[in-house]
């Protein structure tokens, strides 16, 4: 059983230009969020994809949108990119409904893609 | 304002002895989680805690909730190198996803 894939594992842009970023979502999962985590920091949460539409959001600006595809696969693309948008860019996937019917519930990570912007 | 706080933030600690690594959250939760993270490396889920006075054990680690404190910790016994890593604790409140705290780098010395 395959857990949560990512691609590219590491991505090197430079300020101004456009990025996408992929994710697979763990077998049997169908909800999909992304989160940004800096060096040192912990991961912050940019958005969650649910029957390919964003279910909720966090506080980032509109430079970061994504997508969710029928097979649950989702996409984050950053335009515009910015020096502070160098990060480790997280997927994370659940069973719909996780948290709210019991302790198996929770988010699995894929290892990240790791965005460099100079 | 949302937020989750962890103390300490750097812990050096000696192999076979014993720690507490706390998890404060400033708002209404369901429920709590805590992650490994190595360097470099994702995110790996230990505990799901989902209920006031919660207690979970897995091997060296045990964690508790108590969410009227709104408080939750992660105690290391007989601690051993394997266990150096940064570890986040993380809330889910209601109307919004996951918060994590700000990590705790633990590093065992032999």
């Known amino acids: 059983d395959a857990g949560v894939t990512q691609s590219p594992t590491h991505l090197i842009k430079t300020r101004g230009q456009q990025v996408t970023l992929r994710c697979s979502p763990k077998?049997?999962?169908?909800?999909v969020s992304w989160y940004q985590q800096a060096l040192g920091q912990g991961p912050q949460f940019i958005f969650q994809?649910?029957?390919?539409?964003?279910?909720q959001r966090g506080n980032f600006p509109d430079r970061f949108s994504g997508h969710q595809f029928p097979n649950y696969s989702s996409e984050l693309n950053v335009n515009a990119l910015l020096l502070g948008d160098s990060a480790l860019y997280l997927c994370?996937?659940?069973?719909?409904?996780?948290?709210?019917?019991?302790?198996?519930?929770?988010?699995?990570f894929g290892p990240g893609t790791r965005l460099t912007v100079l | 304002e949302l937020k989750v706080e962890q103390n300490p933030l750097f812990l050096s600690m000696q192999e076979g002895k014993n720690y507490t690594i706390y998890c404060n959250y400033s708002?209404?939760?369901?429920?709590l989680y805590w992650y490994r993270q190595d360097p470099g490396k994702s995110l790996e889920s230990l505990f799901v805690?989902?209920?006031?006075?919660a207690v979970k054990q897995e091997g060296r680690l045990m964690a508790s909730l108590d969410t009227k404190a709104r408080l939750s910790t992660l105690h290391i016994t007989a601690a051993v190198h394997d266990l150096s890593a940064t570890y986040f604790c993380?809330?889910?409140?209601?109307?919004?996803?996951?918060?994590f705290g700000t990590g705790t780098r633990l590093k065992v010395l032999a």
């Open positions: 994370a996937s659940s069973p719909a409904g996780a948290g709210r019917y019991g302790d198996t519930d929770t988010q699995y």
């Open positions: 077998s049997g999962h169908d909800t």
């Open positions: 994809y649910y029957e390919e539409e964003e279910r």
């Open positions: 708002t209404t939760s369901d429920r």
């Open positions: 805690l989902l209920s006031n006075g």
């Open positions: 993380a809330v889910d409140p209601p109307g919004h996803k996951y918060i």
